[in-house]
């Protein structure tokens, strides 16, 4: 195409002057043709050279025509602009001007592509009459330029691109995403600085051989492992499209180390193709980010924790996967009516009024509700719920849902523990005691009656066959009153062998009467245990509300008053509480006011009974027998006060006082001159439990100047019973003091005759409740005899007491007991009248 102004240029410049003729006329006419078509010619030419030239010079390219040698023929005036020189600067003179970095031969190369037809491409950098480069794109092609080849040149200025490619790759270089770009092949190409740091390849190590797949393992999301095919950079080559975001695990061989990528790959298709030529892999580490998202579900996971978002604009819920999972639902995102059908009917409005105040008023909320599972498993749920704060438009609530269905059942355990006694499962003191509230404080129940019930002799069990067999005698009475009671009352064992049965009366007034011989019957067979068959039976006090009380403590307190009652008149029976018990419950608060108040107001005195030889009647002792005068209750008899005393402890005080006197007592008749060897003094099992009993009598005989066989102490077996700790080392004091020891109303206490061999004891009272069929009822005769011959074997004295007939001494006589107290004798004395008895005897008085 840029031939013809080329040829026409040097068809135009073979032309300097044209002219000469021939023919004048014709000649002229012929020149003047010939002139005039020349001048047409010529001005053809001229207009088409003046185009050529106004088109050479309009590329905006700078265009060189170059003879084979390389010299410059012609110059556009873009190439004038753009090499910075006067034409007459180049034109005529080498290409090497342009460019002198060129190597000398550099025109082989192109006029073997020119020859073959073709268009020689090459980048070369061009300087500028400063000096200064440039780099262009030379496009070279050959011509016929009258016969000869010439070279027309385009330069292309590439200053624009090349700025463009510097910055984009120190983008590549400073952008913290690895980009990696993978040839057709898959060979990879190119690794960015972040790339090679994300993974790890060290500088100047070779990327081919780093980032061979056989040097790593690659997995999904989930840990599946997977097949180099499906990598994002090949799924993008295959298909042509790219492939969007995707989290991948790369596990590195030879280091062991996981890396979680999050990677984009987009193909890249070179101008006219269909199939890209390469793959841009841009990727970040998510590794910290993909360990806390794990951690996160983890710790939902394991705390049971889900989360939930809800914008109240729409109807859907969005919940994490534990969220899901608790509730059971199909999917993390559900409809807010699919969320209120996860929960208990009953608790759906509660959770819809909390929402709605939380949207409407912003409050947060925290509440525990019951759910059900679709599967129809029934959970407890914690809801927390706030509006988002940094929401703008407030109708956002995110919260937490927890699963403490664990939790609720533990408490419920708990709870049920806490009012629970372990030994009968029945229901414990504490919660029989908040029931019973319940019942007394609603109107509609108030009509109940508690029944009291205490085993008899329960003790006797524990200490004979120990405490293992008495659980399981507890345990299994518990039964039988469980199977008498069945589902008329509550039932719950409210202290050691004490049981409280709560009944409603207000539609069988009868029902605790009945319940109470149900449950005496039920005591009517023997207990079996280790082989041993034995009786027990208990003894029931009836109280019922309102009348006996309206309080749970005083309808206890007077169901026990008539349990205590009924076993105080016969055992295994029932009785209610009435007026009368009442009355002595009354007495019995007024008496034990008194006697607190009763040695400090020296109320008591001692008499003294005397103890006689009874073969000769001689005193040879006395027993101190305590007598009360109180200003309100008037004379009252041990019998009446000891017990309440005792369970008082206020014995304790008084015994210490009885002690005191009868030693002081003794000290005055010796400086009197009575013949008497001593005095007996009667000892509560509360004073063996609750003080130095040892230390007491010591201070007592000391303080009288007594030795210590001046003095004797009675107990009786229910010391033994008791079987305190210390019991053992009070009795070897007491020895060790010399005062003499015996068992009072031996027979009657629970005849358990070992201790009898362990104690140091002296001797024996024989109760005056056998001595009473004496000498005609031979049970009594023969229990009499069993406990002389017990005596005699051990070694012990016999003291028989309550002798009122003639008839029993002489039977006690030939039984071989020398001493004993009576009435027959005398009752109990004042100390005058102790001394006048002895100084009556004086004739005895030279034998003592
Ligand atoms: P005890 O130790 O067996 O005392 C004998 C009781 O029988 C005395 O009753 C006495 O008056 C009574 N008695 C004596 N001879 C006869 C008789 O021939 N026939 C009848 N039917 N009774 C007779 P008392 O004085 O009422 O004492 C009753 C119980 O009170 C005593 O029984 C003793 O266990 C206790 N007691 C008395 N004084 C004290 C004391 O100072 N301290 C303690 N802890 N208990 C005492
Ligand atoms: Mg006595
Ligand atoms: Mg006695």
Redesign the pocket.
Known sequence: MARRPAGAREQQQGHPGAGGGVNDSALRRKLAEAEAALQAANAALEVERNRFRALFDAVPDPVSILDWEGTVLDLNKAGIAAYNRPRGEIVGKNIDILNPDLPRDHLAPVWEVLNRGGTYVVEVTNMRADGTRFPVEVHSAGFDDGGETRIVAVARDLSKRHEAEVRYRELMEVIDKGILVRKADGRVAYANPAAMRILRIPKGASLVEELALDHWRIFDEHGKELDDQELPSFRALRTGTISPSTVLGFLNLATRRLIWLSITSVPQFAPGQDHPQQVLSLFSDVTAFKRDITLFDRVQDLAHVGGWEWDANSEHVYLTGEAQRMLGLARTSASISELQACLRETERKRFHDALTRAVEHGEGFEMDLQGIRADGHTLWIRIIGESEAADPTGTRLTGTFQDITETKQAEETLRVQARTDPLTMLLNRDAVLEELEARLSDPSHSDVAVLYIDLDRFKVVNDVLGHAAGDQVIASAARRIQRAVATEGLIARFGGDEFLVVCLTGDDPERPQRLAAAILEAFGDAFRMAGEEFTITASIGIARAPEHGDRPQLLIQNADVAMYDSKRRARNGWQDFSQALADQQQQRLQMETHLRRAVDNREFK??Y?PQVELLTGRIVGA?????WRNDTLGEM???HF?GHA?NTGD?VR??GW?LREACQQMRRWRDEGLPIERVA????YR?FLAEDLAETVAEALASAGLPGDALEL?F?ERVLIEDAPDTLTTFAGLRMLGVLLSI??FGEGYSALNYLRRLPIHGL?L??QFLEGVPHNTSDVAICQAVAGIAQSLGLGLVA????SDAQRQFLIRLGVKIG????FA??LTPEELALRIARHAPTRAHA
Do not use: M, Y
Request: aromatic fraction near 2%.
């Open positions: 001692l008499v009974q027993e101190a027998l305590i007598r008899r041990p019998d000891i005792e014995i008084i015994g009885v003094v009667n000892v509560s004073q009675e009786t009072d109303d009272k109760s005056q007491e309550g002798i009122e107290q009576g009435f027959l009752p109990g």
